[in-house]
């Protein structure tokens, strides 16, 4: 019988380039390797016995207490691996983030251990775009990065969704830093400051002619995206015959510039927004069923101002520090006025925030933001929350519909409705499955390969 190799855990983990740590069920660190140890400036000699929410979090309680996704509770509740987006604080105490991906170990006596291997994304500075909105680190706002993140990670068609004023065009300006085509153009086109005789040309381009007007060649945004991404603000307002056109470029990567006959080639990515209800607009016949599930390949919703509010005294503070003030002072929020801002649910989000702090520190005669300056509207905010739960179950009603109208339709043959709404096969089953419509039209096949 062959003896077992001697193995010394300290120098297997030792050989992890990043950061490893192995936590016993009480959140104490057993060992850790030298990527960890440096990067949260724990001597060797102090590392083992530490929790490990106190090293990485700055915490004296685990960060599931926090409100957070916790690894560790995870992990030893299912005894399976677990994936988490966090923030941790680097050994200067300044805020990272990370990709945590804790699996299960177990010890020769039967011992259970959770083992994270740490993934550390881009510098901080490099995720807060030009006013600081792509900032935080509540539960929902990690939740919704990491979900941003995996989908700037693909090539897919990615929909940005939410109220107004979130930041969904800071949401563009990430998914563009982190993505393979970070080197490439980003285009951006805002449909809603476009004039309807001007859509098609805005989009594709002009050729030179003298019957319509034009004195010279003109690239249009699809054009002058190619290889890198297109984003198209507020889709929505995009009219019924562009929309077409949008859609046959997308599937076959051509277009023609209007005036012009010759066909061209774009490799374009998109990346669209909306405020508003698009599966309502189809239903309406305002928006093609079509082209909503072509650019729909990843829906990513970002959340509301009022879902984060424990993200607010970081955003308030970074947008003041952006701020110019007469005489060169900086404003800062007293407590009570830091109180009055938590209290209030921000119907307009970001964008609101900031012309609230921007009248208030006009208003400042010395620098400090007290409660009377500021000035909030407090009439819409509870009706547009109930508005947007009920759009929020009409969008899976209406999604559910429509595909059942379409096994319906099609007798059950799932690859044609697959086709017709531009998703994969196995997209298709998950929906399925998720409103539980497996037996339209026929008996549900078993799932497709996932090869």
Same mark, same amino acid.
């Given at each position: 019988?062959?003896?077992?190799?001697?193995?010394?855990?300290?120098?297997?983990?030792?050989?992890?380039?990043?950061?490893?740590?192995?936590?016993?069920?009480?959140?104490?660190?057993?060992?850790?390797?030298?990527?960890?140890?440096?990067?949260?400036?724990?001597?060797?000699?102090?590392?083992?016995?530490?929790?490990?929410?106190?090293?990485?979090?700055?915490?004296?309680?685990?960060?599931?207490?926090?409100?957070?996704?916790?690894?560790?509770?995870?992990?030893?509740?299912?005894?399976?691996?677990?994936?988490?987006?966090?923030?941790?604080?680097?050994?200067?105490?300044?805020?990272?983030?990370?990709?945590?991906?804790?699996?299960?170990?177990?010890?020769?006596?039967?011992?259970?251990?959770?083992?994270?291997?740490?993934?550390?994304?881009?510098?901080?500075?490099?995720?807060?775009?030009?006013?600081?909105?792509?900032?935080?680190?509540?539960?929902?706002?990690?939740?919704?990065?990491?979900?941003?993140?995996?989908?700037?990670?693909?090539?897919?068609?990615?929909?940005?969704?939410?109220?107004?004023?979130?930041?969904?065009?800071?949401?563009?300006?990430?998914?563009?830093?982190?993505?393979?085509?970070?080197?490439?153009?980003?285009?951006?086109?805002?449909?809603?400051?476009?004039?309807?005789?001007?859509?098609?040309?805005?989009?594709?381009?002009?050729?030179?002619?003298?019957?319509?007007?034009?004195?010279?060649?003109?690239?249009?945004?699809?054009?002058?995206?190619?290889?890198?991404?297109?984003?198209?603000?507020?889709?929505?307002?995009?009219?019924?015959?562009?929309?077409?056109?949008?859609?046959?470029?997308?599937?076959?990567?051509?277009?023609?510039?209007?005036?012009?006959?010759?066909?061209?080639?774009?490799?374009?990515?998109?990346?669209?927004?909306?405020?508003?209800?698009?599966?309502?607009?189809? &239903?309406?016949?305002?928006? !093609?069923?079509?082209?909503? =599930?072509?650019?729909?390949? %990843?829906?990513?919703?970002? #959340? +509301?101002?009022?879902?984060?509010?424990?993200?607010?005294?970081?955003?308030?503070?970074?947008?003041?520090?952006?701020?110019?003030?007469?005489?060169?002072?900086?404003?800062?929020?007293?407590?009570?006025?830091?109180?009055?801002?938590?209290?209030?649910?921000?119907?307009?989000?970001?964008?609101?925030?900031?012309?609230?702090?921007?009248?208030?520190?006009?208003?400042?005669?010395?620098?400090?933001?007290?409660?009377?300056?500021?000035?909030?509207?407090?009439?819409?905010?509870?009706?547009?929350?109930?508005?947007?739960?009920?759009?929020?179950?009409?969008?899976?009603?209406?999604?559910?519909?429509?595909?059942?109208?379409?096994?319906?339709?099609?007798?059950?043959?799932?690859?044609?409705?697959?086709?017709?709404?531009?998703?994969? &096969?196995?997209?298709?089953? !998950?929906?399925?499955?998720? =409103?539980?419509?497996?037996? %339209?039209?026929?008996?549900? #096949? +078993?799932?497709?390969?996932?090869?």
């Amino acid at each position: 019988m062959n003896k077992k190799p001697f193995i010394d855990l300290q120098s297997i983990i030792d050989a992890q380039d990043n950061p490893f740590v192995l936590i016993d069920e009480h959140y104490n660190i057993v060992c850790a390797n030298k990527a960890y140890r440096n990067t949260y400036g724990v001597p060797d000699e102090e590392i083992v016995g530490r929790k490990c929410h106190q090293v990485s979090h700055l915490s004296d309680v685990p960060c599931h207490l926090n409100g957070e996704d916790c690894p560790h509770k995870q992990v030893f509740a299912t005894n399976r691996p677990h994936e988490v987006m966090h923030v941790h604080y680097d050994r200067h105490g300044r805020p990272d983030r990370v990709q945590i991906k804790g699996s299960p170990v177990l010890g020769e006596s039967g011992e259970r251990y959770l083992g994270e291997a740490i993934f550390r994304l881009q510098q901080s500075n490099d995720l807060d775009c030009s006013e600081q909105g792509i900032m935080g680190k509540s539960p929902a706002f990690l939740a919704f990065l990491e979900q941003l993140t995996r989908a700037a990670e693909t090539d897919a068609s990615i929909l940005l969704t939410g109220e107004i004023g979130v930041g969904k065009d800071l949401a563009a300006q990430y998914i563009h830093k982190s993505s393979p085509r970070r080197g490439m153009p980003l285009v951006h086109l805002a449909c809603s400051n476009i004039r309807m005789e001007d859509f098609e040309s805005e989009l594709f381009g002009q050729e030179m002619s003298s019957s319509n007007g034009c004195a010279g060649r003109r690239f249009g945004r699809f054009e002058s995206a190619d290889e890198g991404i297109l984003f198209i603000d507020e889709i929505a307002d995009m009219p019924l015959a562009i929309q077409g056109r949008l859609l046959h470029s997308l599937q076959t990567g051509t277009y023609r510039r209007t005036g012009g006959t010759e066909t061209l080639r774009a490799n374009v990515r998109l990346v669209t927004c909306t405020a508003r209800n698009l599966l309502a607009m189809v &239903e309406q016949g305002r928006f !093609r069923a079509d082209l909503y =599930y072509r650019i729909a390949g %990843i829906k990513v919703d970002i #959340p +509301p101002l009022r879902d984060r509010k424990s993200d607010i005294p970081a955003l308030a503070d970074a947008l003041l520090r952006r701020m110019e003030y007469p005489g060169g002072h900086r404003c800062t929020l007293s407590e009570s006025a830091l109180q009055k801002l938590l209290a209030y649910n921000f119907p307009g989000n970001i964008h609101e925030l900031r012309n609230i702090l921007q009248q208030a520190a006009t208003r400042s005669s010395n620098g400090l933001i007290t409660p009377e300056l500021i000035s909030l509207d407090t009439g819409t905010v509870y009706q547009q929350r109930r508005q947007q739960d009920t759009e929020t179950v009409s969008i899976r009603d209406m999604e559910a519909r429509h595909i059942a109208d379409l096994l319906t339709r099609h007798r059950g043959h799932r690859r044609k409705v697959a086709e017709e709404l531009g998703i994969s &096969e196995r997209t298709l089953y !998950r929906k399925l499955i998720r =409103y539980d419509l497996g037996n %339209i039209g026929r008996e549900a #096949p +078993p799932p497709p390969d996932s090869r």
